[in-house]
Every structure is written in structure tokens, then in C-alpha cells.
């Protein structure tokens, strides 16, 4: 075919193609037949039509979600920028862990390996159950006379500590 009429190899082929790739930063596709071709165009064009669908649902908020943050995560960068973030919204995962207990939390133990090692310093179960159950918790910025409490570390020390996957971590629901 044409790469014997133009003396070109397969080799070269693949050279050129990467070459125009990562200039005009596009992909190229060979297809066999105009039916390949068909599926391809027809692919490309309901991906085209769902993206102002999907940009709405990404601005949406749900009231199951922390903050009423969509399912988008949180961004870490490189340098550990938005790890402390990421660590109030693993927290809040857990059932009745709001937003200013997750923070309290967070505040007292700012990574999951530091909550790790303080359960290990723990000398008895009890200790370790209740680690964070006098943690003060702030709301709107002030200290209230309002701690974690007992359920809470208690649920949370099971959850950071525990090896098996099916255990339930609130029974009343």
C-alpha cells in the first residue's frame, strides 16, 4: 500500500504519527473501514453533546455530600497542598461526623498517621476508644461547650484500627 509506493516503513509510519500528535496536540486513529470510521464520529459526537450536561451536574450540590461538594474529590497537590482538606472530608464520611467535629478533629491530629500513632501510645482499650472524645469542637468559629464525645471516638478508633472490612461501625442506624 502506500508506505511501499512512498518507500516508507511501518517504523517511519509511527514516527510520523507521534510527530504529529504531540505537535497540533490531537490524536490519530487508523481505522480499517468507513464502518469503524462511522462508530468513531458517532462516539465523538454523544461525548460532544453530554459535556453541558455533565458541567451541570458537577456545579450541582447534594445534601449527602460533605460541604455539598460534588463527588469530584479533593485536589492535592504535589507539595501536600489540600491533604489537611482531604483528611476533614475523609472524616466526615463517617455517619454524624459534621463539619466542625471533622475540623476538630482534624485540628488535634492533622494526618491519619499522627490519630494512628496516638492510638498506639494508648495503654488500655478504653484509652484508645475515647482518645478523641474530649476533643472541644468550635462552631462559627468559637469554642462551645461541645466535645466529640464517646460514640464518635469510639466509632472512629473502630473504623482507623480495624482489619475487618464488613464491621459496622453504628448499629442504630
Same mark, same amino acid.
Request: aromatic content about 12%; some cysteine.
Given at each position: 500500500w502506500v508506505s511501499r509506493e512512498l518507500g516508507l516503513t511501518c517504523a517511519d509510519l509511527d514516527e510520523v504519527q507521534v510527530a504529529l500528535q504531540l505537535q497540533t496536540h490531537t490524536t490519530v486513529w487508523f481505522l480499517d473501514d468507513w464502518q469503524q470510521f462511522a462508530d468513531h464520529v458517532a462516539t465523538l459526537t454523544k461525548a460532544i453533546a453530554r459535556c453541558p450536561f455533565k458541567k451541570q451536574t458537577e456545579k450541582m450540590t447534594f445534601s449527602f455530600c460533605p460541604d455539598g461538594t460534588w463527588s469530584t474529590g479533593v485536589k492535592v497537590d504535589k507539595d501536600g497542598k489540600g491533604l489537611l482538606k482531604l483528611w476533614k472530608k475523609q472524616l466526615q464520611q463517617l455517619n454524624r461526623i459534621t463539619q466542625p467535629v471533622a475540623m476538630a478533629i482534624a485540628q488535634a491530629y492533622p494526618t491519619p498517621k499522627l490519630l494512628l500513632r496516638?492510638?498506639?501510645?494508648?495503654?488500655? &482499650?478504653? &484509652?484508645?476508644?475515647?482518645?478523641?472524645?474530649e476533643v472541644k469542637v468550635y462552631a462559627a468559629g468559637k469554642r462551645v461547650d461541645r466535645r466529640v464525645g464517646p460514640d464518635i471516638s469510639r466509632r472512629l478508633y473502630i473504623f482507623m484500627t480495624s482489619e475487618n472490612s464488613d464491621i459496622v461501625l453504628d448499629k442504630s442506624g
Open positions: 496516638a492510638y498506639r501510645q494508648c495503654t488500655s &482499650e478504653w &484509652e484508645k476508644q475515647n482518645l478523641v472524645s
